[in-house]
Nanobody
Framework: QVQLVESGGGLVQTGGSLRLSCAAS????????MGWYRQAPGKQRDLVAV???????NYADSVKGRFTISRDNAKNTVDLQMNRLKPEDTAVYYC??????????????WGQGTQVTVSS
């Protein structure tokens, strides 16, 4: 069983920065693709950024150039550095761990979420 614990959310003004961190336990961290998703009130949960086992990254268009995802396999952590935050970034951010059994078959694990609020 994989446990994910997020930290680092909070309230920030427009243009500010926050760094989210997710600590994983209970698994071989390096074998998982890791990601951050977010869900605003009344909306679906959307992908923000992912980093695969090899370290390749992918970002939602809305955060490209502002957010950076990174992982430390020695510490079993994945971070999301968020710069130039906008009010539309306000959401609950969830850490995700995905194990791929094949290209199309995966198992997902989720953290409990951390609130990010950007004031205008």
């Amino acid at each position: 069983q994989v446990q994910l614990v997020e930290s680092g959310g909070g309230l920030v003004q427009t243009g500010g920065s926050l760094r989210l961190s997710c600590a994983a336990s209970g698994t071989i961290f390096s074998t998982y693709a890791m990601g951050w998703y977010r869900q605003a009130p009344g909306k679906q949960r959307d992908l923000v950024a992912v980093i695969n086992r090899e370290g390749s990254t992918n970002y939602a268009d809305s955060v490209k150039g502002r957010f950076t995802i990174s992982r430390d396999n020695a510490k079993n952590t994945v971070d999301l550095q968020m710069n130039r935050l906008k009010p539309e970034d306000t959401a609950v951010y969830y850490c995700n761990a995905a194990y791929f059994y094949s290209a199309n078959v995966r198992r997902d694990y989720w953290g409990q979420g951390t609130q990010v609020t950007v004031s205008s």
